[in-house]
Antibody, heavy 121, light 113 residues
Framework: EVQLLESGGGLVQPGGSLRLSCAAS????????MSWVRQAPGKGREWVSSITGSGGGTFYADSVKGRFTFSRDNSKNTLYLQMNSLRAEDTAVYYC??????????????WGQGTLVTVSS | DIVMTQSPDSLAVSLGERATINCKSN????????????LAWYQQKPGQPPNLLIYWASTRESGVPDRFSGSGSGTDFTLTISSLQAEDVAVYYC?????????FGPGTKVDVK
């Protein structure tokens, strides 16, 4: 059974940094692209970033490009989302999601429970 | 970016009745070389993560009850719940994976009348 467990969310001041982690199990981790999707309170779902199975390719939404860095450690089956220069509009529940295959253009067949990031002074 | 819209915003259906949700993209998500529509549907219940229902616009994910079906092509798609059950109360939303950035519809809330 695929399991994705996010951690690292919390309250941070505007301009601050936070690192989210997602521990994965139940599948051959390095064979799949992975993604982060967020949902702000009362708003729709927004794709944030994707990473290829090897970690060699990363893709970002324009809203986070240059501020967020997505990486993975295939030896630990873990994803990391380093979030810098955080803004109030980054406040959201962040979900780790498994892509269907190696492609970044994919649906998501498994999701974590999500971790809440609140950016506020 | 491909913009996804859904209608209605919410609907209430009697148990055992049909629920129909529409999803529209502002450009085609049909890839002509393989004749596949790059569209997925998800269900999200309160306090839970999204759950994949349908991909390639009409292929049901393993384990999804057959009362859920997807149809449509190009820019217009439909998710149908043929006989609404109490456990189907949720928000349903579509997602295109034809081109980056991946985008989602705003969601349709389904309740029991």
């Amino acid at each position: 059974e695929v399991q994705l467990l996010e951690s690292g969310g919390g309250l941070v001041q505007p301009g601050g940094s936070l690192r989210l982690s997602c521990a994965a199990s139940g599948f051959t981790f390095s064979s799949y692209a992975m993604s982060w999707v967020r949902q702000a309170p009362g708003k729709g779902r927004e794709w944030v970033s994707s990473i290829t199975g090897s970690g060699g390719g990363t893709f970002y939404a324009d809203s986070v490009k240059g501020r967020f860095t997505f990486s993975r450690d295939n030896s630990k089956n873990t994803l990391y989302l380093q979030m810098n220069s955080l803004r109030a509009e980054d406040t959201a529940v962040y979900y780790c999601a498994k892509n269907y295959d190696e492609s970044r253009l994919s649906w998501f067949d498994s999701w974590g429970q999500g971790t809440l990031v609140t950016v506020s002074s | 970016d491909i913009v996804m819209t859904q209608s209605p915003d919410s609907l209430a259906v009697s148990l055992g009745e049909r629920a129909t949700i529409n999803c529209k993209s502002n450009q085609s998500v049909l890839y002509s070389s393989n004749n596949k529509n790059y569209l997925a549907w998800y269900q999200q219940k309160p306090g839970q993560p999204p759950n994949l229902l349908i991909y390639w616009a009409s292929t049901r994910e393993s384990g999804v009850p057959d009362r859920f079906s997807g149809s449509g092509s190009g820019t217009d798609f439909t998710l149908t719940i043929s006989s609404l059950q109490a456990e189907d109360v949720a928000v349903y939303y579509c997602q295109q994976y034809y081109s980056g950035p991946l985008t989602f519809g705003p969601g349709t809330k389904v309740d029991v009348k």
